[in-house]
């Protein structure tokens, strides 16, 4: 214990009251247990003038137990693994971060957008970023630096589309134009017959003529002799 309190007075150990200051420590009824356990092991167990032990921290160290730093990197503020350079002027501190690429900012807390200048071809992709990397991501069945390369057999899937589309739209052209024609010679045959004078006929009647009841001819009397014999 004494070794350990005369270190902790090394710098008061060419003082005249140094001898005092150490007999004072060796001879107090206090507990400087707490006060040699609580420093953190950023500083040293002093004594101040009433006697009472503290906490004496050492540089860039504050606090009662000398547990905060004032160098700023120690809270890690640079992310992205940036490496933090402490900045120290007098009893000013900062701190400044050197970022990796793409990360930028106080605390490389921005990011460059890599995929600003990517474009995959017809959207048959999307941008990805591989750590500093930028890239274009092919859908199914489409390859390329910007895929814009279709494979075979997508290809053949588009030419058999295409060709039952321009067919089926033939066909729906054709069945309308055929409606249309249709339609417009109707309405043509409707303006020519409206155009012809309207005859009215009249029929004539016929006189009913009544028949005359005639008497029909008596027909002759045949007598019938009788053969007397």
């Known amino acids: 214990m004494n070794s350990y309190i005369l270190n902790l007075l090394q710098d008061d150990i060419n003082s005249a009251d140094s001898l005092q200051a150490i007999t004072d420590i060796l001879t107090s009824t206090k507990d400087i247990s707490a006060c ?106 489409f390859y390329g630096k910007n895929c814009e390369l279709i494979s075979q057999q997508l290809q053949t899937v588009k030419t058999v589309c295409n060709i039952t589309a321009s067919v089926s739209f033939i066909i729906i052209a054709l069945f309308l134009g055929l409606v249309i024609l249709n339609d417009f010679s109707r309405f043509v045959s409707f303006l020519l017959n409206r155009s012809k004078p309207i005859k009215k006929i009249i029929k004539k009647k016929k006189p009913i003529v009544k028949a005359k009841n005639k008497k029909s001819p008596k027909k002759p009397e045949v007598k019938i002799e009788e053969n007397l014999e």
């Open 36 to 141: 040699l356990t609580n420093c953190s092991n950023n500083g040293v167990c002093a004594l101040d003038a009433d006697q009472n032990f503290y906490c004496s921290c050492f540089e860039f160290y504050s606090g009662k137990t000398c547990d905060n730093d004032l160098r700023q990197c120690s809270s890690g503020p640079c992310l992205w693994n940036g490496n933090c350079t402490n900045i120290i002027n007098g009893s000013s501190y900062d701190f400044e971060c050197k970022c990796p690429y793409p990360h930028y900012g106080r605390y490389c807390h921005l990011t460059i957008d890599l995929c600003e200048n990517i474009t995959c071809y017809q959207r048959q992709g999307f941008c990805k970023v591989d750590g500093s990397i930028a890239y274009c991501k092919c859908f199914t069945d």
